[in-house]
Protein backbone atom coordinates (compact mmCIF):
# COMPACT_ATOMS: atom_id res chain seq x y z
CA UNK A 1 0.00 0.00 0.00
CA UNK A 2 1.59 3.12 -0.87
CA UNK A 3 2.18 5.65 1.98
CA UNK A 4 3.07 9.01 1.42
CA UNK A 5 4.67 11.52 3.89
CA UNK A 6 6.04 14.92 4.01
CA UNK A 7 8.49 16.71 6.16
CA UNK A 8 8.35 19.41 8.19
CA UNK A 9 4.74 19.76 9.06
CA UNK A 10 5.23 23.27 9.33
CA UNK A 11 7.97 25.76 8.88
CA UNK A 12 9.03 29.16 9.53
CA UNK A 13 11.56 30.69 7.84
CA UNK A 14 12.46 34.44 6.77
CA UNK A 15 11.46 36.29 3.78
CA UNK A 16 14.41 35.94 1.10
CA UNK A 17 15.82 32.72 1.85
CA UNK A 18 15.92 29.41 -0.64
CA UNK A 19 14.29 26.60 1.62
CA UNK A 20 13.60 22.23 0.60
CA UNK A 21 10.53 20.58 0.94
CA UNK A 22 10.39 16.51 1.18
CA UNK A 23 8.30 14.00 0.42
CA UNK A 24 8.95 10.34 0.61
CA UNK A 25 6.71 7.83 -0.92
CA UNK A 26 7.00 4.03 -0.14
CA UNK A 27 6.05 2.21 -3.46
CA UNK A 28 8.44 3.63 -6.47
CA UNK A 29 5.85 1.83 -8.89
CA UNK A 30 4.78 5.54 -9.77
CA UNK A 31 3.59 7.59 -13.45
CA UNK A 32 4.77 10.72 -11.55
CA UNK A 33 4.56 12.95 -9.18
CA UNK A 34 2.66 16.10 -8.71
CA UNK A 35 3.36 19.12 -6.21
CA UNK A 36 0.28 21.39 -5.38
CA UNK A 37 -0.33 24.49 -3.16
CA UNK A 38 -3.40 25.51 -1.22
CA UNK A 39 -4.10 28.49 0.12
CA UNK A 40 -6.18 28.49 3.07
CA UNK A 41 -10.17 27.82 2.54
CA UNK A 42 -9.12 26.86 -1.02
CA UNK A 43 -9.06 24.20 -3.78
CA UNK A 44 -5.53 23.23 -5.00
CA UNK A 45 -3.30 24.17 -7.27
CA UNK A 46 -1.15 22.30 -9.39
CA UNK A 47 2.61 23.80 -9.66
CA UNK A 48 5.06 21.33 -11.14
CA UNK A 49 4.57 17.49 -12.31
CA UNK A 50 7.22 14.94 -12.70
CA UNK A 51 6.80 12.02 -14.97
CA UNK A 52 8.35 9.09 -13.99
CA UNK A 53 11.07 8.87 -16.57
CA UNK A 54 12.06 12.92 -15.48
CA UNK A 55 14.82 13.33 -12.80
CA UNK A 56 13.39 17.61 -12.34
CA UNK A 57 11.00 20.36 -13.35
CA UNK A 58 11.34 24.12 -12.79
CA UNK A 59 8.89 26.61 -12.86
CA UNK A 60 10.11 30.21 -12.19
CA UNK A 61 11.31 29.83 -8.36
CA UNK A 62 10.13 26.14 -8.44
CA UNK A 63 12.38 23.59 -8.73
CA UNK A 64 11.23 19.74 -8.47
CA UNK A 65 13.37 16.56 -8.12
CA UNK A 66 12.37 13.09 -8.65
CA UNK A 67 14.40 10.17 -7.32
CA UNK A 68 12.05 6.92 -7.48
CA UNK A 69 14.96 4.57 -6.54
CA UNK A 70 14.92 6.00 -3.21
CA UNK A 71 11.39 7.27 -3.14
CA UNK A 72 12.13 10.83 -2.69
CA UNK A 73 10.68 14.15 -3.96
CA UNK A 74 12.04 17.79 -3.20
CA UNK A 75 10.51 21.15 -4.13
CA UNK A 76 12.92 23.99 -4.01
CA UNK A 77 11.96 27.23 -3.36
CA UNK A 78 14.50 30.05 -4.27
CA UNK A 79 14.15 33.92 -2.64
CA UNK A 80 10.92 32.85 -0.63
CA UNK A 81 8.34 35.70 -0.63
CA UNK A 82 5.43 36.26 1.77
CA UNK A 83 3.29 35.17 -0.63
CA UNK A 84 4.69 31.31 -0.90
CA UNK A 85 2.91 31.03 2.34
CA UNK A 86 0.65 28.16 1.90
CA UNK A 87 0.60 24.44 2.17
CA UNK A 88 2.21 22.59 -0.01
CA UNK A 89 1.62 18.72 -0.60
CA UNK A 90 3.19 16.30 -3.02
CA UNK A 91 1.08 13.80 -4.83
CA UNK A 92 1.64 10.06 -5.85
CA UNK A 93 -0.19 7.63 -7.99
CA UNK A 94 0.15 4.44 -8.23
CA UNK A 95 0.75 2.63 -11.48
CA UNK A 96 -0.63 -0.68 -10.23
CA UNK A 97 -4.27 0.42 -9.05
CA UNK A 98 -4.09 4.16 -10.42
CA UNK A 99 -5.27 5.41 -6.55
CA UNK A 100 -3.66 8.75 -5.72
CA UNK A 101 -2.31 9.22 -2.93
CA UNK A 102 -1.54 12.37 -0.98
CA UNK A 103 0.71 13.46 1.63
CA UNK A 104 -0.60 15.70 4.55
CA UNK A 105 1.11 18.61 3.53
CA UNK A 106 3.86 20.62 4.82
CA UNK A 107 2.07 24.52 5.76
CA UNK A 108 5.10 27.19 4.97
CA UNK A 109 4.70 30.48 6.71
CA UNK A 110 7.11 33.28 5.10
CA UNK A 111 8.47 36.09 7.81
CA UNK A 112 7.91 39.47 6.19
CA UNK B 1 -9.42 27.07 -20.87
CA UNK B 2 -12.39 27.06 -18.12
CA UNK B 3 -11.60 25.17 -14.77
CA UNK B 4 -12.83 22.93 -12.20
CA UNK B 5 -16.86 24.24 -11.18
CA UNK B 6 -18.14 23.36 -8.11
CA UNK B 7 -21.20 24.61 -5.79
CA UNK B 8 -21.94 25.70 -3.34
CA UNK B 9 -18.89 27.21 -2.01
CA UNK B 10 -19.97 26.77 1.55
CA UNK B 11 -22.48 24.73 3.08
CA UNK B 12 -23.67 24.74 7.13
CA UNK B 13 -26.26 21.96 8.02
CA UNK B 14 -27.35 20.15 11.17
CA UNK B 15 -26.13 16.88 11.79
CA UNK B 16 -28.88 13.91 9.96
CA UNK B 17 -29.84 16.35 7.33
CA UNK B 18 -29.10 15.48 3.64
CA UNK B 19 -26.49 17.72 1.21
CA UNK B 20 -25.85 17.67 -2.43
CA UNK B 21 -22.49 19.05 -4.21
CA UNK B 22 -22.07 19.90 -7.78
CA UNK B 23 -18.71 19.58 -9.70
CA UNK B 24 -18.51 20.49 -13.28
CA UNK B 25 -15.19 19.01 -14.88
CA UNK B 26 -13.15 20.40 -17.51
CA UNK B 27 -14.25 19.95 -20.68
CA UNK B 28 -13.11 16.80 -22.47
CA UNK B 29 -11.89 15.16 -18.98
CA UNK B 30 -12.66 12.00 -18.53
CA UNK B 31 -11.94 11.12 -14.82
CA UNK B 32 -13.37 13.16 -12.58
CA UNK B 33 -12.43 12.34 -8.77
CA UNK B 34 -14.15 13.17 -5.69
CA UNK B 35 -11.81 14.10 -2.81
CA UNK B 36 -12.96 14.78 1.52
CA UNK B 37 -10.47 16.87 2.84
CA UNK B 38 -10.37 17.10 6.92
CA UNK B 39 -8.69 20.15 7.78
CA UNK B 40 -5.05 19.20 8.48
CA UNK B 41 -5.21 16.70 6.19
CA UNK B 42 -4.07 15.92 2.64
CA UNK B 43 -7.46 14.70 0.61
CA UNK B 44 -8.74 11.46 0.69
CA UNK B 45 -10.04 10.06 -2.39
CA UNK B 46 -13.65 9.15 -2.07
CA UNK B 47 -14.66 7.87 -5.66
CA UNK B 48 -13.06 7.61 -9.08
CA UNK B 49 -15.01 7.95 -12.20
CA UNK B 50 -13.83 7.11 -15.86
CA UNK B 51 -16.83 8.39 -18.15
CA UNK B 52 -19.55 7.16 -16.74
CA UNK B 53 -18.30 4.28 -14.61
CA UNK B 54 -16.96 4.45 -11.23
CA UNK B 55 -13.26 3.32 -11.09
CA UNK B 56 -12.97 2.79 -7.25
CA UNK B 57 -15.54 3.80 -4.20
CA UNK B 58 -13.23 1.80 -2.01
CA UNK B 59 -13.09 4.90 0.46
CA UNK B 60 -16.38 6.08 0.42
CA UNK B 61 -18.90 5.39 2.91
CA UNK B 62 -21.65 3.86 1.33
CA UNK B 63 -24.05 3.73 3.80
CA UNK B 64 -24.68 7.50 3.85
CA UNK B 65 -22.51 9.00 0.87
CA UNK B 66 -23.79 8.70 -3.00
CA UNK B 67 -21.86 9.99 -6.01
CA UNK B 68 -22.92 10.01 -10.31
CA UNK B 69 -22.05 11.16 -12.86
CA UNK B 70 -24.95 9.84 -15.39
CA UNK B 71 -24.06 11.82 -18.49
CA UNK B 72 -20.06 10.75 -18.11
CA UNK B 73 -19.74 14.92 -17.69
CA UNK B 74 -20.97 16.47 -14.38
CA UNK B 75 -21.07 14.86 -11.44
CA UNK B 76 -23.05 15.02 -7.91
CA UNK B 77 -22.04 14.24 -4.28
CA UNK B 78 -24.59 13.82 -2.02
CA UNK B 79 -24.69 12.83 2.16
CA UNK B 80 -27.37 11.41 3.67
CA UNK B 81 -27.90 11.64 6.53
CA UNK B 82 -24.63 14.24 7.38
CA UNK B 83 -22.56 13.58 11.11
CA UNK B 84 -20.70 15.79 12.41
CA UNK B 85 -17.09 14.25 11.38
CA UNK B 86 -18.40 14.81 7.57
CA UNK B 87 -17.21 18.79 8.75
CA UNK B 88 -15.12 18.95 5.37
CA UNK B 89 -13.90 20.27 2.59
CA UNK B 90 -14.93 18.30 -0.61
CA UNK B 91 -12.86 18.84 -3.69
CA UNK B 92 -13.64 17.57 -7.03
CA UNK B 93 -10.58 17.24 -9.64
CA UNK B 94 -10.53 15.70 -13.07
CA UNK B 95 -8.11 14.92 -15.48
CA UNK B 96 -7.54 13.99 -18.86
CA UNK B 97 -5.99 10.15 -19.35
CA UNK B 98 -4.03 10.24 -22.81
CA UNK B 99 -1.80 7.27 -23.05
CA UNK B 100 1.20 5.92 -21.16
CA UNK B 101 4.29 8.02 -21.75
CA UNK B 102 2.68 11.44 -22.77
CA UNK B 103 3.55 14.50 -21.14
CA UNK B 104 1.18 15.19 -17.70
CA UNK B 105 -0.85 11.85 -18.10
CA UNK B 106 -2.93 11.59 -15.09
CA UNK B 107 -2.48 15.33 -14.13
CA UNK B 108 -5.25 16.83 -12.01
CA UNK B 109 -7.03 20.06 -12.20
CA UNK B 110 -9.20 21.08 -8.56
CA UNK B 111 -11.90 23.22 -8.12
CA UNK B 112 -12.18 25.20 -5.22
CA UNK B 113 -13.65 22.98 -2.93
CA UNK B 114 -17.19 23.41 -0.65
CA UNK B 115 -16.53 23.63 2.45
CA UNK B 116 -19.16 21.90 4.78
CA UNK B 117 -20.36 22.41 8.06
CA UNK B 118 -22.09 19.81 9.93
CA UNK B 119 -23.28 21.33 13.08
Known amino acids: KQEVTQIPAALSVPEGENLVLNCSFT??????LQWFRQDPGKGLTSLLL?????REQTSGRLNASLDKSSGRSTLYIAASQPGDSATYLCAVPSNRDDKIIFGKGTRLHILP | EAGVAQSPRYKIIEKRQSVAFWCNPI?????LYWYQQILGQGPKLLIQFQNNGVVDDSQLPKDRFSAERLKGVDSTLKIQPAKLEDSAVYLC?????????????????FGPGTRLTVL
Open chain 1, 50 to 54: IQSSQ
Open chain 1, 27 to 32: DSAIYN
Open chain 2, 93 to 109: ASSDRPGQGTPNYNEQF
Open chain 2, 27 to 31: SGHAT
